[in-house]
């Protein structure tokens, strides 16, 4: 490892297992390369150096150091995150307290081996894609200077391209943890809404906000999305939602990329042609392009800042703009405070419009596996934004700014360096859920650019092989004691069974408790459109495991053909009418999870009285 050149999170951890370099070495090398970029906008405050490597020789003292994920590595963290010994200052000197307790993503990231060594600057209360509007500077753009950083987790992102961190975290509500990777040349992974708990960080749209993460390569990204990810009953938004497993790039992948007519670039000739030789590059590897209409998303997008989502940063932010409104930045303060002016009759028509538009969506993904899309439309310089603020601000959010509202992971990608030095990046979005299909196929895409990681021309290191899936696997889908972390869970896991995805059926399943001890979910096809969305889990298992699992299924359950909410049929847990005797409609608890979970709570409310 050069200490020109920064290393990957996979490489550093490596490193320490195998004594090459010691953490409190690492530290002490990261520092270095901090004072040498020299760039105080990167950080809004930086841990003691000294304090940082007494963690790091405490941290290789533990008996279990070597076995922890993420061992050693210094991180870097987006200053609207709480993290013991930092103030939390959102990027507003007015607003700055001194927490008492790290947000739980920082927890996680602690307990998995992580060095918290700084806050990272942000546009103002995570209001922006460019990264300029902060009283803390802004943060320098290491592949070209004369850019913007990108936003709002400009110091997130800048931090590990210039190699100062191999992995750091940022937010993402309309694009914060995509554009920036895009303008940075690094990966950008912007996880299923509520996948990774949101307990300790300053909101800017609570119903959206997720956290996101920054690193050099997809395996980097997916093994911090693997620690930092689980359910938290501190937050009301927080989700179960299974990760799943990586595997080898599909064959039959069908991605979705718009009609020509409707892709926006705002004249900027060159990140067309980067786009078009992405898709080239796609091809290439197999995938079939299907084209869809995009307007959707568009119109979805427009709601973000055109309606009431709006009110969500105000409410953040209001005693501050109500008792000392010069301590916020300007155009934070125009953005922000025109979210006073909606009415509950506007918030809720709104509300009814992104149904709508969500059910229109969901179409979209029928037959398709992912869509692909330009990062951003194009890219602007420092001073061009600063000189318009706001309309180029809206035109970076283009692809991005409809993600969350429609309730869709993403993973941003470096495709290009383009002639004019300037870096182009394409963005995978799915269903929620289907964290792990992008990272599986992003992965490979990666890889066959041969670009080198961030902005410092370091080539990329050779890809982990995946264990193989095998043709003959079976993809099953399952609703009841057999999910991820519950009772049977272990039969499928002893077939060497793999978590696939988390997803949901069609509009067209009733769930019921049947009359059996112990109680058992059963699942029951009705009428198309009249019944409801039924969590479940696919989990691949071989053929001859199949077999094994479908033989020992006992009655009333069989094993039938289940329709998801994407159009896609798999074999799955079905029971017939007549096992329905004295069975009790679950339907409205939307899972044998939650009817479980209800269960609970009125066992424990009745001891308690």
């Not at 950080?43 to 076995?67: P, Y």
């Not at 850019?147 to 309309?174: H, K, Y």
């Not at 554009?179 to 800017?204: D, E, Q, R, W």
């Not at 009609?259 to 992405?278: S, T, V």
């Amino acid at each position: 490892m050069s200490d020109n050149h920064p290393e990957t999170l996979t490489e550093m951890v490596a490193s320490h297992r195998a004594g090459m370099m010691t953490p409190a070495q690492t530290i002490a090398r990261i520092y270095q390369r901090i004072r040498e970029y020299n760039d105080p906008a990167v950080f809004i405050s930086l841990c003691d150096e000294r304090d940082a490597v007494l963690q790091a020789e405490k941290l290789a003292a533990r008996k279990d150091a070597a076995s922890l994920p993420l061992y050693g590595v210094p991180v870097a963290v987006k200053d609207n995150i709480d993290a013991v010994g930092f103030s939390t200052t959102a990027a507003c000197p007015g607003f700055s307290y001194t927490p008492t307790r790290d947000a739980n993503v920082v927890e996680r990231l602690r307990a998995a081996g992580a060095i918290i060594i700084g806050k990272t600057n942000l546009d103002q209360f995570a209001t922006g894609l460019v990264g300029v509007r902060s009283p803390y500077g802004i943060p320098r753009n290491p592949v070209r200077e004369d850019l913007i950083p990108g936003g709002s987790s400009a110091g997130s992102a800048t931090a590990v391209s210039a190699g100062l961190v191999p992995l750091s975290v940022g937010t993402d509500t309309a694009g914060s943890g995509r554009v920036p990777a895009m303008l940075n040349n690094i990966v950008g992974l912007k996880p299923s809404v509520g996948m990774i708990s949101t307990a300790g960080i300053v909101p800017a749209c609570r119903t959206l906000d997720c956290v996101s993460i920054f690193a050099l390569t997809v395996d980097d990204a997916m093994l911090a999305l693997s620690v930092m990810a689980g359910q938290d009953q501190a937050d009301s938004f927080s989700r179960n939602r299974p990760l799943g497993a990586m595997f080898p790039f599909p064959a039959n992948l069908r991605l979705g990329v718009p009609r020509k007519e409707q892709l926006i670039y705002f004249g900027d000739k060159e990140a067309e042609a980067a786009y078009g030789e992405a898709l080239r590059r796609w091809t290439a590897l197999g995938a079939m392009l299907v084209e869809f209409d995009i307007e959707p998303f568009y119109e979805t997008a427009r709601l973000l800042y055109e309606g009431p989502w709006v009110a969500e940063r105000y409410l953040v932010i209001r005693n501050l703009l109500a008792t000392v409104p010069d301590s916020i930045h300007p155009v934070i303060r125009e953005i922000t405070a025109a979210g006073a002016q909606f009415t509950a009759a506007e918030a809720f028509s709104a509300f009814y419009r992104l149904q709508d538009l969500r059910k229109i969506t969901e179409l979209t993904f029928t037959d398709l596996d992912a869509v692909v899309l330009p990062t951003a439309p194009t890219v602007y310089s420092t001073a061009q934004v600063l000189a318009n603020p706001i309309e180029l601000n809206s035109r970076l959010g283009t692809y991005t700014n409809f993600a969350n509202l429609l309730d869709l992971c993403g993973l941003a990608l470096p495709a290009a360096i383009r002639p004019d030095g300037v870096p182009f990046g394409i963005t995978l979005l799915a269903p929620g859920g289907r964290d792990a299909i992008l990272a599986s196929i992003g992965r490979e895409f990666h890889a066959d650019t041969k670009l080198s990681v961030g902005a410092r021309g370091n080539s990329q290191p050779a890809l982990t092989p995946l264990p193989a899936s095998g043709g003959d696997e079976i993809p099953l889908a399952v609703v009841g004691a057999h999910l991820s972390g519950m009772a049977l869970n272990g039969e499928l896991k002893v077939l060497n069974g793999r978590l696939i995805e988390a997803t949901k059926t069609a509009l067209d399943y009733k769930l019921y408790a049947l009359d059996t001890t112990p109680p058992k979910p059963g699942m029951l096809r009705v009428e198309a459109g009249k019944g409801a969305a039924i969590q479940l889990e696919i989990w691949s298992l071989s053929a001859s495991a199949f077999g094994k699992f479908v033989n020992a299924v006992p009655p009333p359950l069989s094993i039938g053909n289940v329709k998801l909410a994407d159009g896609r049929r798999v074999k799955g847990f079905i029971v017939e009418p007549e096992a329905l005797g004295g069975a009790h409609d679950i339907t409205a608890y939307g899972s044998w999870r939650a009817f479980m979970a209800a269960e609970t709570s009125h066992d424990d409310s009745l001891v308690r009285a």
